[in-house]
């Protein structure tokens, strides 16, 4: 009888609707997570636990203590131990109020609790020749590898998406070939803009030679490479946000676009005003997900640069691929990989907040 | 009875079917040194190692030997991350290429097989004919775990007709090589006073290039960067060495942001006299020549040039192993252990490449001998020198690598650039 009004439920159907999802999370991603979660505790070199297993040793927290260290940012605080305690006992406070009062709820929780585990962290200064140096380097790399794709992406599909979104067949053509980028692959993508780059025969060398300007080392030069990759992200991603932007933009009413051109609203402060906040969820949700990906950049990094010159353009993904392969230090780079899902968890988190408080 | 009599018939058919169709056994083969287009079976005429290696591979399958060999897709650049995950995954190549360099991290952690010296010589391989060096090359713990091809070392390869110009070619039509760091500067400044073009080029941005020749550099004042577990990087002799070579990107005589093509490309346009490249090169400027468009009509390829105490070079050696797990295979192990007799015996083709080869008895043959400017480097193996074994050691060279890079590319300071390198190694030993 129970069976029989399960089956017959809402929670039956909702769940034999998930269920070929769960079927394919829990092997494909939910047991990797965990594994790796495991290994990232553990002293574990990829060859020598292939063929002895016992060779792994339980380090438990060794491998985050290492990725800690920020000797390198010019933000470590290492000399100034009073200070350093100062803040720390403050950030705890601050954590243990914000526990107590339940004044906020939800995400700040682990927002401040994920910045006081790191602050108090770096700022204890747990510095020595154990600790990577390079590790915040490499954050530091794709941080700003975000901090410029993403809203140079997200503009550029936005005013290409206003330009675009109307009839006809040289608007259809163009939308195609703006998206034409997005179904080439990494390695494709690279040996384009490495043809384009060529400091002796590349097309922008081509370009510049009839004027008789020598060509920048754009993959070489160190105040250049990050944005010749950030360049080449740009043009690969436009593309899907763009078509995106499409979709929220055909969703706009076109007599609040007629009202606002009758009102005197046009160019900039017509977009600025009327379009972008009319499709104001779709710009959040293209940004956040170009967060999540690009985060995860490797292709352009390995293949453009080899993360040079020095570190120069070495991402988070492309480091903790060396790290794995190169050092076999699977443990060590099952760590960073966690510290990396920490962060992409965060801005999912703030993505599901910003989304409820907007729905509230 | 009707029914016996087909069973029989049947059997028996399937018997002569099973026989007359026995397939070929099947081999993996891992290897870098890139691709080559429409590889034949006809080694002479193959040139550069991509084509030459596979000619020689595609030559062996054609071969009525019962084995069949198929090359595994891979990447120069990943190359060692793809056999590390094929060996984690139990996907190991049935065998496979790498370097002496890199024997002490798979031997060690037990990927590759032992070879004993008597399955090498039932396949018909004579370790006794290899030179020292290329059994040294081989052998980790006292064990021999590869069959050597050859060995490779940094050569300067020259454009002569750049050289002669600004009067650095001899009456014997030789180059005039420099013989210290500081006529090293006197001699780049002669060429760019009276040609305009850079002294040298080699890959200073990716590959580690760089790296070796600073290592060369070392070597020649007595010195390296690790002896035993200790990292000996923040040494006055290595920053004589990276000071040497920042002079001459300092004085506009080398350009530090050629990669590896660019700098080729730089070279074969006769925009710098010399490029430091290794043995690998020989066969394919030598054919340059021939090519009129190339700048690169009068080549030479000399020793590493003595700049400090003793003569140096940096060298490394290209081996075939076997995983440890083919041991369970003794049909397929036997067809590699043939394989790698067939490449022992083609270790004069593999020498047109350029590079030196290991087996005595073809050192000294005329028609190694004979070899495009193979007299013009013949000093090369006597002062080929390489660091001692390390598990990390390709870990080790990508410090190195980095640190030098952020000296001559980011401007970092020497010392603190050597500093950061040395405890980074210290870690890593």
Redesign the interface.
Known sequence: MRLSSFLQSDNFSGWAFILPYLIAFVPLLLWPFFQGFWMSMHEW????V???PAAKEFIGAGNYIRLMGADNLGWSLQPLWPFRLVVTALIIALYVRTLRSQATAGISHHFIAAIALFTTVVLLGLTG??YD?RFWIVVRNTLVFVAWVVPVTTAVALLLAIALNREGRWAATLRSVFFFSQILSVTVVTLIWQLVY????GFIANLLAPFGIESP?W????QLAMGAIVAATVWWSVGFALILFLAGLQQIPGERLEAATLDGAEGWRKIVQIIVPSIIRTVQFVMIMQIVLHFQVFGQS?LM??G?????TNVWVRYI??TA????EVGYASAMATVLFAFMMLFSLIQFWVTKRQES | MKLTKTLTASALALCVTATGAQADTELELARFFGDCDNAGTDVSTAVGEACIIQTIINAYSAEDNGVTIETLPTDW??Y??QL??M??G?SAPDVHVMHKSSVA??AS???LLPLPEADLRAAGINPDDWVDRARDAVTYDGQLYAVPMDMHANLWHINLDILDQAGLVNDAGEPILPTSADELMAHAKQVKDATGKDYLTADF??FPIGVRMVLAMLWQQNSNVFDGDTATVNTPEAKQAVETIVGLFDAGYAD????YS?SQ??FL?GEAAIQINGTWMVDFYDSETANADSALQSYYVADYPQLFDQPATWADSHIWALP?TLKNDPEKYEAALDFLAWLNDHNVDWARTGHLAIRQSVLDSAEYQNLAHRDEYNNTVNIARDNPPAV?Y??IQ?VLN??L??VW??G?DIEKALS?AE??I???L
């Open positions: 070199n990829l060859l020598a292939t063929f002895n020749d154990w140096t060529g400091a002796r025969n080392n993959l070489t030069d160190d390995q640069t080899q040079g010159p020095g570190d120069a691929y060396q392969f190169r050092d076999s | 650049g990943n060692y991350d590390k995950a060996y984690a139990n991290e798979f952690l037990g990927a941005a990716q530090p942001n050629l990669n660019d490309q730089a346009a440890v990390r390709s870990a990508d980095r640190e890079q952020s590319l980011q970092k950061d405890r980074e210290n870690r890593l």
